[in-house]
């Protein structure tokens, strides 16, 4: 499966952003997908997981209550949605899937990635 993610860019801290992922050459349903993020110098970072059933879904703390993974099988695509921005989010974001149930939270759990969208936030 290949991973196309946009959406990032510059947003005043309590703005939102709408990042997407689209999967192309099998359906985002044969995966579990996640999203994760990265800063210079440091390792990258879970952020939120879809189940590859579905019915579940798992969050870092740092983004518990402002961030919303979801997905549109009908368009293979699979979003964050990140409201109430935090200095603190600005980070180059990737999707990620995994051949696995999904919701693993370690970088190593994934087996497809995508380009990073960069999400800068302003304070």
């Known amino acids: 499966v290949q991973l196309q993610a946009s959406g990032g860019g510059l947003v005043q801290a309590g703005g939102s952003l709408r990042l997407s992922c689209a999967a192309s050459?099998?359906?985002?349903?044969?995966?579990?997908m996640g999203w994760f993020r990265q800063v210079p110098g440091a390792e990258r970072e879970f952020v939120a997981a879809f189940s590859r059933s579905g019915g579940l879904t798992s969050y870092a703390d740092s983004v518990k209550g402002r961030f919303a993974i979801s997905r549109d099988l009908a368009k293979n695509t699979v979003y964050l949605q990140m409201n109430m921005l935090k200095f603190e989010d600005t980070a180059v974001y990737y999707c990620?899937?995994?051949?696995?149930?999904?919701?693993?939270?370690?970088?190593?759990?994934?087996?497809?990635w995508g380009q990073g969208t960069q999400v800068t936030v302003s304070s």
């Open positions: 050459g099998r359906t985002a349903r044969n995966y579990g």
């Open positions: 990620a899937a995994s051949d696995g149930a999904g919701l693993g939270s370690t970088w190593s759990q994934y087996d497809y």
